[in-house]
């Protein structure tokens, strides 16, 4: 089968979920169909076309830039059989490839635009834009892949014309041969982490989604000998920015051994983080799955983390983690947070179960290559259907 596969984010330009999941989904397709991926950068490699925004609408809204990428990313598609695209930024991309040369078009929805509404503050007009091309794509598609059973829910709750049997569950996936424990701590040690102190750990962007600022007021009364690390950055909007920095800096006045690293490490250091941490936390307003979670688990680090979205078809609440409730109480899910944090790191010995627990779901229900067999029956299914 000859698959074109279209994506913001690929290697190195990893910066989320999304990323994440294609690096590792285009990796072991590799093995079952003739793939080429079209991405955002710079350049051409072995399998692999660039993409970047054009030069005339450099000063113009980022949706519109998108576009611009999309129509590239279109006319690259010539001789494919089936295109696959990922998130809104390459949702249009394949929706016109479809049209264009008459070929299926399958899509994953790692998140829903209807449900992401503080976009708007970020993109402006172009939430508007980024919500008809993802609505566009998805009503016409010839098969969309739910990263995870609640997500399938949300997307027939927002999109209720889309036909139910063209919605197929297959979850993200996890390398549980490169995510797993690191025992070594120059990378602490190197960011000033007192090893023998345990510290809650925090990765992911500034974003409203994430619920950063939820994390930064829950974690202000736990118990005092717990470390807070917080590798987060990547902020959406100047405003969540500041939001998160005046946070930050409140905490920093009322608790030692808070430590904030902004950049983006590279993947071996967050193993180590994620190895080495207590517990590692997920305060996320919204998340289809959360494979961050999956990576923790793998690296034997148990998790705390709100029951939304598909976290606990993840997270075994009690056995790899504990889940907190989210409602509009914002101050009873921050104190829910504060509780299950403490209850983890005073208990060492059940904390170590959930981590080996952890570990253990991970290496045997979300291995990559499962998930790429799963991805190219389908393809093949919808080949015979066209």
Request: glycine letters at 10%; proline letters at 6%; one cysteine or more.
């Amino acid at each position: 089968m000859r698959v074109g596969l279209l994506t913001r984010e690929y290697p190195p330009d990893v910066y989320g979920g999304a990323g994440v999941h294609v690096e590792f989904l285009a990796r072991e397709l590799r093995d079952l169909v003739d793939l080429e991926v079209h991405c955002w950068g710079e350049g051409r490699g072995v399998g692999v076309q660039r993409h970047r925004p054009w030069s005339a609408l450099d000063t113009a809204n980022d949706a519109l830039r998108t576009f611009s990428v999309d129509l590239a990313m279109a006319a690259g598609l010539e001789g494919r059989e089936l295109v696959h695209s990922h998130t809104w930024y390459a949702n249009l991309a394949g929706h016109l490839g479809k049209l264009q040369y008459g070929i299926p078009h399958v899509m994953t929805a790692h998140s829903l635009e209807p449900l992401r509404p503080w976009k708007a503050e970020q993109l402006g007009g172009g939430y508007a834009l980024s919500s008809w091309a993802e609505r566009t794509a998805i009503e016409a598609a010839d098969a969309v892949i739910a990263v995870s059973g609640a997500m399938r829910e949300d997307i027939l709750g927002c999109y209720p014309t889309l036909d139910p049997g063209r919605v197929h569950v297959v979850h993200n996936g996890i390398d549980t041969t490169l995510y797993r424990p690191d025992h070594r701590t120059d990378v602490l040690a190197r960011f000033g982490l007192d090893a023998d102190r345990p510290y809650v750990l925090f990765v992911g962007r500034i974003t409203r989604q994430k619920g950063v600022p939820h994390l930064l007021r829950a974690v202000r009364d736990i118990d005092p000998a717990a470390q807070v690390v917080l590798c987060a950055g990547a902020p959406d909007t100047p405003e969540i920015d500041q939001e998160f920095r005046d946070l930050y800096q409140e905490l920093s006045r009322v608790r030692e051994g808070v430590h904030w690293i902004p950049q983006m490490l590279p993947r071996p250091e967050v193993i180590q983080l994620l190895t080495h941490a207590a517990v590692f936390v997920c305060p996320s307003v919204y998340e289809p799955l959360g494979i961050v979670n999956l990576e923790a688990m793998a690296c034997g680090t148990p998790v705390v983390a709100s029951r939304v979205g598909g976290i606990p078809e993840v997270v075994d609440d009690g056995k790899s983690g504990l889940l907190v409730p989210l409602d509009d109480d914002a101050e009873a899910f921050e104190a829910g947070l504060a509780r299950a944090l403490d209850s983890v790191i005073g208990d060492p010995e059940t904390a170590r179960r959930m981590g080996e627990a952890g570990r253990e779901r991970a290496v045997g229900e979300f291995g990559w290559d499962a998930v790429a067999r799963r991805t190219a029956r389908l393809y093949g299914e919808i080949l015979k259907q066209a």
